[in-house]
Every structure is written in structure tokens, then in C-alpha cells.
């Protein structure tokens, strides 16, 4: 495994749009490893290819609606598509290619995704809060689209100091 670069909001690779992945083979594992590694060691909670410029259809998005003692999961998600959302949550949102800001982005409170696994296997998962809003944000990223063109406003200076200190 090996840590890739991420790209900030500037590169151009950010707003285009992602081809299919078409094979499952060793080199998508490789990249999928290593996203997962970059993304780990980003603390972050997603992440799309594209972010590590790779145009293609793939994102890992971690579930962190586990239990205390259960370890967090990496969804990997392939060629996905939303079959289903339901509900809204307004919330502050963020993104490892626009380090230090955050926006409030209107998203479903639940949505279904349809996606291939790393070996082309379709299945379908239900993701809800932070899960849902993950779902959403990374599969923005594989049509080049970035929150902050979402966002109802952004967070000012003086709340997200407010912000780093309840932490
Ligand atoms: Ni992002």
C-alpha cells in the first residue's frame, strides 16, 4: 500500500466527470488499498478517485455508524449509483480538497446506493446520517462536483474557530 497525493479544489481533474471502471482486476486493488490508506491517514470520513486523480467511477465512503467496540468499515463502491433517498439533514459539511472549509449542505438523511464490489459483484447498501451525507458527497466528486457549489453558505471564520475549540 502506498499513500497518494490528494488534489485540492484548483486542479482541474476535480470538475470533470469519471469514467466507468471496467475492470476488476489487481490494479484497482492497488488503488483501492491505497485510498484506503490515504484516507486513514487524511482522518477522513470519504473519499473519490478522482481525488487522487484517477477519473474513474470509484469511491470509499466509512461507515461510522458501528457500535463503540466494532471497528469502522470501508465501504468500497464501484460504478455507484443512488437508487434511493429519503428525508433531509442540513448540516456542516467538508472535504479533504477544500482543506479548512466547511459549508451547510442540505442532503437526505438515508439513501440506498447500487454499486460494484472490488471484484464486480453488484450489491445494494443503506447508508443513514453521516453515512447518507458521505453516500452523497463522494459520488458528487465522480460527476466533478464539489460541496461548496452545494452549500447553502459557508462557515465564517469566527464558527469554525468556535468550532475548533468545542473539540
Ligand atoms: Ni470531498
Redesign the pocket.
Known amino acids: 500500500m502506498a499513500l497518494r497525493h490528494i488534489v485540492t479544489q484548483e486542479d482541474k481533474i476535480l470538475h470533470k466527470v469519471c469514467r466507468e471502471q471496467v475492470k476488476f482486476d489487481e490494479r484497482l486493488h492497488q488503488l483501492l488499498d491505497d485510498m484506503a490508506e490515504t484516507l486513514e491517514n487524511a482522518n477522513g470520513v ?1 473519499l ?1 478517485a478522482p ?1 487522487v486523480g484517477i477519473l474513474r467511477r470509484v469511491v470509499l465512503v466509512i461507515e461510522t455508524n458501528v457500535e463503540a467496540e466494532e471497528d469502522e468499515e470501508i465501504l468500497e463502491l464501484i460504478n455507484p449509483v443512488i437508487v434511493k433517498s429519503e428525508g433531509e439533514q442540513v448540516g456542516a459539511e467538508g ?3 477544500v482543506p479548512g472549509e466547511y459549508g451547510i449542505v442540505r442532503r437526505p438523511s438515508c439513501v440506498t446506493v447500487r454499486a460494484q464490489d472490488r471484484y464486480g459483484k453488484w450489491f445494494e447498501y443503506t447508508g443513514t446520517g453521516l453515512t447518507a451525507r458521505c453516500i452523497c ?1 463522494e459520488l458528487d ?1 465522480l460527476d466533478g462536483h464539489l ?1 461548496t457549489e452545494k452549500a447553502e453558505r459557508m462557515l465564517s471564520e469566527e464558527e469554525l474557530k468556535a468550532n475548533r475549540n468545542e473539540d
Open positions: 470519504g473519490a481525488q472535504c479533504l480538497s458527497h466528486h460541496f
